[in-house]
């Protein structure tokens, strides 16, 4: 069982964690099935370089390995749990965590609930622990994406026994390649084999497949010991479900990269995806209506666990606030969509008041002490008359004259936020930036900004640490320690390189060449 647990440091005074155990889902893994990694993320601004005076590359979050650790059988969530939590305590960042974001495994899930009972009894999870398990957004549309594929369970089994036959022989590939080329199909993208276990690949495989059909017919024409061409039904078949596995990997692409994207984006790509299954459940093909019924299930069980810290993330981004929440709910769920949004407005209000925030109408020290004075000004004008005030009219007219204003000053900072315009949309905005620059306005909100814009909503960035430990434990250096590999790894991740830096004439420019020369290159200070 590989594990990770990723910690996330913002720039915020009262810094929290975002712990990530996770399983390999997204790119290959290659390390040995017995290791846990602890990664650190951080935020990273734009500066310039001294020595270039141009702007580094701007990333949202970032990681940093803090342990890579040998677990020993058995592989259960108690003793999961028990490494976790010594390293939490290692580290002393048990009071800085917000949320734990693994895949749909049993060991995972007894795990986290070991892991949010013993931080719930020290009283240091925010909502009552609501926000500490979130699932692996990557995970789950991989799942649900793979009823979809059993639709075409058996198109796909003739495309790879075709790449497999094309592979016997030259003869059989040009055989392909002549075929193309009478299709009219020279400048095609070619087949590739798929990994059967990554869905994407196989999604990309049926993409390149597709506008090949015709050559595939051709070639069972021209290649009597070719018998695998599908069917036209399976083409037909193959087409339609291409354009619903095409949101799911248009989805997937967008938040599943290797740096850190912010978990604001998630909650309108999934939304996104509900609303098509909706209509996938009036299609006019049978096989999708029949496909869509898992995929739905899977997905309401999802969403049911993590809506909640991704409806936050959205309202914490100045572009939506509860608006977006408000129009997504009531599109998913007609009337009854008030019921959610009225749970995540409840949940923010209760969040503000943990970070410290007050809820309570702030009065002003003009609306507290004028509405005094009016209301005894205008007690004595009942019962006498007293022409000594003589400015009690003006008290009144600026009541009611300036009421707008002074209920404006009673309201939180929470309210001021949601009321306030919602900023233009760009695709470059820069929302770590935006809290950053308006930290003095919403000291609180910032704050929060910082801890839930920073849960990574996918582990798909933390398996990078698994490919990078199969390229240390290898063939030849299998009989590593794991304090070593350790070592290895963690001073490999936290050491900048220097770009195109190179010894002996290998280029050490990316961490794989380093870590198998044994050498590091640090950048100067």
């Not at 390649?177 to 020279?186: G, L, S, T």
């Not at 925030?357 to 007690?379: H, K, Q, R």
């Not at 350790?486 to 991740?493: C, W």
Request: overall charge neutral; glycine content about 4%; hydrophobic content about 35%.
């Amino acid at each position: 069982m590989r594990n990770a647990v990723e910690r996330n440091l913002l720039t915020s005074p009262n810094r929290r964690m975002s712990s990530l155990p996770s399983n390999p889902t997204g790119p290959s893994s290659t390390a040995d099935e017995n290791e846990i990694a602890i990664l650190d993320s951080e935020e990273e601004e734009v500066k310039e370089d001294d020595s270039c005076k141009k702007p580094r590359e701007k990333k949202l979050t970032s990681k940093k390995i803090i342990a890579f650790k040998f677990v020993p059988y058995p592989h259960d969530g108690e003793t999961l749990f028990k490494f976790i939590s010594d390293i939490i305590l290692e580290w002393n960042i048990d009071k800085k965590l917000t949320s734990v974001v693994v895949n749909n495994a049993s060991s995972n899930d007894s795990m986290v609930k070991c892991l949010k009972s013993w931080l719930l009894d020290k009283s240091l999870l925010n909502l009552g622990g609501d926000l500490f398990h979130v699932r692996c957004s990557a995970h789950i549309l991989n799942l649900i994406v793979q009823d979809g594929l059993v639709i075409i369970g058996k198109l796909l089994h003739k495309i790879r026994k075709t790449l497999k036959y094309l592979k016997r022989s030259t003869s059989s590939y040009q055989k392909f390649e002549n075929a193309i080329n009478q299709c009219k199909m020279k400048n095609k993208k070619r087949v590739g084999m798929d990994v059967q276990n990554r869905w994407n690949s196989t999604f990309l495989m049926l993409e390149t497949a597709l506008p090949l059909k015709e050559a595939f017919c051709h070639l069972e024409q021209m290649d009597r010991n070719y018998k695998f061409n599908p069917s036209k039904n399976d083409w037909k078949v193959a087409s339609v479900v291409h354009g619903c596995l095409k949101k799911f990997y248009e989805a997937t692409y967008h938040f599943s990269g290797s740096i850190f994207p912010t978990a604001n984006v998630f909650f309108p790509d999934l939304c996104n995806l509900r609303i098509k299954m909706r209509q996938w459940e009036v299609s006019e093909h049978d096989f999708i209506r029949e496909m869509v019924i898992p995929m739905k299930a899977k997905f309401e069980k999802y969403w049911e666990e993590c809506s909640l810290v991704l409806s936050i993330a959205v309202v914490l981004d100045p572009r939506f606030k509860l608006a977006l929440v408000e129009y997504y709910y009531n599109d998913l769920y007609g009337e009854g969509g008030e019921r959610y949004v009225d749970r995540v407005r409840n949940a923010i209000a209760d969040l503000f008041v943990e970070y410290g925030g007050d809820l309570t109408p702030f009065l002003s020290y003009v609306g507290d002490n004028i509405g005094e004075g009016i209301s005894s000004c205008g007690n004595k004008n009942i019962d006498v008359e007293d022409d000594d005030d003589k400015l009690s009219d003006f008290d009144k007219w600026y009541q009611q004259s300036c009421s707008s204003t002074i209920l404006a000053s009673q309201k939180s900072e929470l309210q001021s936020y949601l009321n306030e315009p919602v900023f233009p949309r760009k695709d470059d905005f820069d929302i770590l930036g935006w809290w950053k620059a308006n930290s003095p306005k919403f000291p609180i909100l910032s704050k929060m900004a910082h801890d839930i814009l920073a849960i990574p909503a996918t582990t798909v960035a933390s398996e990078s640490t698994f490919s990078i430990g199969g390229r240390v434990i290898d063939e030849t250096r299998a009989a590593l320690l794991p304090d070593v590999v350790e070592a290895l790894i963690t001073t490999g991740d936290w050491l900048p390189l220097k770009k195109k830096r190179k010894v002996f004439g290998e280029d050490l420019s990316d961490s794989s060449k380093v870590l198998k020369l044994g050498c590091i290159c640090v950048r100067p200070i």
